[in-house]
């Protein structure tokens, strides 16, 4: 077998793939005319209210346990006094977006693909075509947008009870003064930390609902269909949101 | 008028469709007829554009059939009836029209078709996953048929419907090709429609059209003999 085959055949395949799912992004993401108020705000709803709980929970606990890893590890070179400043920083750059996006990718990215997935299957899909109607414009261009306008804020939110976490476990059992650990948890923390992470959520947003979206339509037949397809969009919002990450902590401080 | 020719479709291995060839005059009304899983479906949804033929070509009045420019004029009724189960009844019933008049104007029209198809006004604000089989294809058929398309497809229409309310829905369609001038064509299994619906019946099997003759003379063709025993 032809070795220059063998690696070319799956690098077109892949170099297909991105292109085709960029198009679909950019087809979903310009759907705007006429401005679908109706449809964005139930997304908004669903995508970003209704999330609301879960990547609260999550920030909560995560900066509680920030809190004392940090408290603990400090210990060793007498830094223990830190604990305020590298929670808020951990969670605005990096904790809060992450895995705020990492818990809507579990709770959205599978219900988009489930949702249109089974649109697909059922012939929904083909059905909106012969109503003169562009699937992509009806179904895609809400949901991208709901998630990319409702992440950042999820993302503050998730920031600011994380912080809150890290505060709670201070105050009541690291001996730390109330009034000092929000003192210093605001001296240390820059505007470009916090906008930093807001960016990075809009974009996982967006990778979220395009995981869901580009799986869902793309489903095979049946119910094993959709279910590959919901998990699918999982992996892939998981995926792409920590190697978004990674590129965009590359880009944004280096 | 709208014409196929030299369809083919494989599914992987399985070849569906193998040289279709077929036309429909303006105005006509054609029942294909064809064992379970032929391609009768697949046929319908290649001249709609929903799947793309591997062959062949697809021509509305002699000119290639764009999908989206001749699809104001189609209507379509699925053999799943495929209702959008995040929309009430009348919604669906009204969603092409919802486009271009105020939600009043469409749920009256869509409330007429309802009647039509012999649903009362009490189901337009059921939602889909509350209405049974039959009451579904209902509703997708009075979809199909709310902005008076030129061009009609039906997919099964009075598959699992009771016998009288098959017969209701035979008159339906009948009356509607030859009030408005619709095209039609019908997919189906049950030869009474044919007889009632029909001007010519086309026979799809092994992937080609084996017989394509009047529903007048259907009787006397020996390919057909083995559907109407
Ligand atoms: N999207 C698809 N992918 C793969 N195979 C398909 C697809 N759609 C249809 N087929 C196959 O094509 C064949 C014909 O299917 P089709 O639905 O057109 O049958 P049909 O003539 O409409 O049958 P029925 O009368 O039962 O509705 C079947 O064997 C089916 O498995
Ligand atoms: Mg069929």
């Known amino acids: 077998m032809n070795p220059l085959r063998a690696i070319g055949r799956p690098a077109l395949r892949v170099t297909r793939g991105i292109g085709a799912v960029t198009l679909f992004a950019v087809r979903g993401l310009a759907g705007l ?17 209704l999330s609301l709980p879960v990547v609260g929970l999550t920030a909560l606990f995560t900066g509680a346990a920030l809190a004392l890893q940090i408290h603990s590890g400090g210990e060793r070179f007498q830094a223990s006094d830190v604990v305020p400043a590298i929670v808020a920083i951990g969670m605005v750059r990096e904790l809060g977006p992450v895995l705020g996006g990492l818990m809507v990718a579990a709770r959205v990215a599978s219900s988009i693909a489930a949702e249109i997935g089974t649109m697909r299957v059922t ?38 009870i994380g912080i809150m976490g890290g505060w709670l476990i201070g105050t009541t059992s690291l001996g730390f003064n109330s009034v000092t650990y929000i003192a210093n948890s605001w001296a240390y923390l820059e505007g470009w930390d916090v906008m930093s992470g807001l960016i990075k959520g809009a974009v996982f947003g967006l990778i979220v609902a395009l995981s869901g979206c580009w799986c869902g339509m793309r489903s095979g037949r049946g119910a094993a269909g959709v279910g590959r397809a919901t998990t699918s969009a999982v992996v892939a919002a998981a995926v792409g949101i920590l190697a978004a990450n990674f590129a965009l902590t590359g880009l944004f401080f280096r | ?34 064992q ?35 699809m104001r004029r189609f209507g379509m009724l699925f053999q799943g009836a495929a209702l959008f189960d995040s929309l009430s ?21 869509a409330l ?10 009490n189901v337009a604000d059921l939602m889909p996953a509350e209405l049974s089989g039959g009451m579904a294809k209902r509703v997708g058929l009075a979809r199909a048929i709310a902005d008076d398309p030129a061009v009609i497809f039906f997919d099964e229409p009075t598959t699992g419907l009771d016998p009288i309310r098959a017969r209701a829905i035979d008159g339906l369609i009948r009356g509607i090709v030859t009030e408005t001038g619709a095209t039609a064509v019908t997919i189906t299994h ?16 092994g992937g080609r059209i084996v017989h394509d003759g009047p529903v007048a003379s259907m009787d006397q063709a020996p390919a057909l003999a083995h559907f109407l025993a």
């Not at chain 2, 009844?89 to 029209?109: E, K, T």
């Open chain 2, 190 to 205: 049950d030869m009474a429609s044919v007889r009632a619906i029909g001007d010519r019946v086309a026979l799809l099997q």
């Open chain 1, 33 to 49: 005319r006429p401005f679908p108020w109706w449809a964005i705000l139930a997304q908004l709803l669903q995508i970003g209210w």
């Open chain 2, 89 to 109: 009844v009348w919604q669906n019933v009204a969603f092409r029209l919802r486009q271009r008049m105020s939600d009043r104007a469409a749920r009256a029209i």
């Open chain 2, 36 to 70: 379970s899983g032929t391609g009768k479906s697949v046929l319908l949804k290649c001249i709609l554009g929903l799947i793309q033929p591997d062959e062949g070509v697809i021509l509305s009045q002699g000119q290639p059939l764009e999908p989206y420019r001749f």
């Open chain 1, 123 to 160: 012939e929904q899909i083909d059905a909106l075509v012969t109503l003169s109607t562009d699937p992509i414009r009806w179904l895609v261009t809400p949901r991208l947008w709901a998630a990319v306008l409702s992440l950042p804020v999820l993302v503050a939110v998730g920031d600011v």
């Open chain 2, 112 to 121: 007429e078709k309802l009647a039509r198809v012999g649903l009362d006004r």
């Open chain 2, 1 to 34: 008028m709208i014409e196929v020719r030299g369809l083919r479709k494989a599914f992987g291995q399985a070849r569906v469709l193998d040289g279709v060839d077929l036309r429909v005059g303006q105005g006509e009304s054609l029942c294909v007829i064809g």
